[in-house]
């Protein structure tokens, strides 16, 4: 089996080490390890599959020679060294926004739209964290009946915002229970024993850049150029996966057993949806593996082609890692 020159640009992040985490277990063939960051990175030490690696400096002749790069970093860094990886002749996977809405790059889900990497020019763009668990949890519902419409809200939790959001989570609840003062830094009010109502930036049109990525990534990433999306975006006070409540609305009135068994075979998906025994997605569930759990599943009560559910996903791993080495993995043919 052919083995493959691979750099993380941007390896000491939480992402970057997710990365390496997803790597190793699938057992992505590897030649070349080239481990990249800043200047205030350079020298530390990382261990994968029991061998350390240290840190080199991301840099302009830093991606010669590697097949893939698999992008961790800030849109400001990517668009830095996009260039640069593609004259390397690297394909560039890249996690930032940075190029997610550019028409010459494939935006790629493996599970819902895998083809659309092989259409690449040297760059593929891994969608947003919400945008890719929610479409997984709806995207055999698309097969069934093509989705016109969603309405979704999202409980994203403090991982969402970098390593230092769960340390901030963490330090406020201390704070909270000695009675210390509580000053935020990473989110605009304190987390615990609060929910946010804001991620991204407003936008003229009172959403904010994080909500409107639901549908203008949504419309690229299933072929459904006329699909709208209302969506809210909510920080909320937990660790690790984000949930989304979502009511899709289809050309088509679905059978509701249609819908489930349709979820439940999807690859990537794991119907996990018993009322009656208290079963239904959660972080405590889905946090540190890779499929998107789907339930709470029922027909919408305002529109009889609408079905509502409720998903959730590990938004590092799937929502970010290991959604950029299913794309390296669909490239060479072992996903």
Known sequence: ??????????????????????????????????????SRSVGKKILFKGQEYTINLA???????????LGAASNAVAKKFANDIVKAKAVFIDNSSAFR???????????????????HNGIIANPNCSTIITLMAV???????????????????????????PVELCEQMDAV?????????????????????????????????????MQNEG????????????????????????????SVYTEDVLNLDDVKNAIANYPGCRLYDSPNEKQYPMPIVTSDQDLVYVGRIRKDLVFENGITLWCSGDQVRKGAATNAVQIAMKL????
Do not use: W
């Open 1 to 38: 089996m052919r083995k493959y020159n691979v750099g993380i640009l941007g390896a000491t992040g939480a992402v970057g080490r997710e990365m390496l985490k997803v790597l190793e277990e699938r057992n992505f063939p590897i030649n070349e390890l080239r481990l990249l960051a800043s």
């Open 59 to 69: 840099s302009h002749d830093a991606f010669e020679g590697l097949d893939f790069v």
């Open 101 to 119: 809405m550019d028409d010459n790059v494939p935006l790629v889900v493996p599970e819902i739209n895998p083809m659309d990497a092989f259409k």
């Open 139 to 165: 995207a055999a519902i698309n097969k069934l009946s093509k989705i016109k419409a969603m309405v979704a809200s999202t409980y994203q939790a403090t991982s969402g915002a970098g390593a230092q959001g």
């Open 177 to 213: 229970l000695n009675n210390k003062e509580i000053k935020p830094q990473v989110f605009q009010y304190q987390i615990v024993h609060n929910v946010i109502p804001h991620i991204g930036s407003f936008l003229e049109n009172g959403y904010t850049t994080e909500e409107m990525k």
């Open 219 to 246: 419309r690229k990433i299933m072929h459904l150029p006329d699909l709208k999306v209302t969506c809210t975006c909510v920080r909320v006070p937990v660790l690790r996966s984000h949930c989304i409540s979502v």
């Open 332 to 335: 060479i043919g072992l996903e």
